[in-house]
């Protein structure tokens, strides 16, 4: 299976975000793309040649978490993104699980923007643990570290440099306030 770059151009002109961070960032996604799909042909390679057991393979098998996780994340991020934001349902399911988990929306996005200001690079993600019916907003550093087994992510904001360094300099507070106008609940909600 190969996997393809999707086309996130509609993006362009979304308010706070310069058309060319977005080309940038849609750039760097596409690497992720065309190396998780480099990285799956030289591992089936190595395995039809009987090589599992070799030092390449084992390096290989562990750059195969970053490389798709980069790239999956970013289709979550660029998805929960849309020109003119949505904000969410007051009413919707969603909504209710924020409120039941945080006390309220506003005690909810307190924290999500808060880890979002953490000192470092990674990204925030609000995810479901459907066994227990909870939300967590969480910090992962690394695209392949820190992900909660199990859960579901739902709302995902990048706080990698190349997210908004280029507009927003070392401002990540004004990155965070471009990202929640800009954010499309509809998508959101229906990850749950």
């Not at 970053?66 to 979550?76: K, S, V």
């Not at 695209?143 to 507009?167: K, Q, R, S, W, Y």
Request: one cysteine or more; proline letters at 2%.
């Amino acid at each position: 299976m190969t996997y393809t770059p999707q086309n996130f151009d509609h993006l362009l002109g979304t308010a706070g975000f310069s058309d060319q961070l977005l080309k940038n960032h849609f750039t760097l996604y596409q690497g992720y793309v065309t190396n998780t799909n480099k990285l799956l042909d030289s591992l089936t390679q190595l395995t039809t040649e009987g090589k599992t057991t070799t030092p390449e393979f084992a390096e290989l098998k562990r750059r195969f978490g970053w490389e798709f996780n980069g790239m999956r994340l970013h289709e979550l991020y660029f998805g929960n993104i849309i020109k003119t934001g949505k904000k969410i349902s007051s009413t919707s399911p969603l909504a209710k699980k924020i409120i039941a988990n945080f006390c309220s929306y506003e005690e909810w996005e307190k924290d999500f923007r808060a880890t979002g200001a953490l000192r470092g690079i990674g990204w925030v993600i609000l995810c479901y643990d459907k066994e227990a019916d909870k939300l967590f907003n969480i910090w992962v550093n690394e695209h392949d570290v820190g992900h909660l087994a199990g859960t579901t992510p739902l709302l995902i904001m990048d706080v990698f440099e190349h997210a908004f360094m280029l507009d927003y300099g070392l401002k990540r507070a004004d990155y965070i306030n471009a990202f929640f106008n800009a954010l499309n609940w509809s998508v959101v909600e229906k990850r749950i």
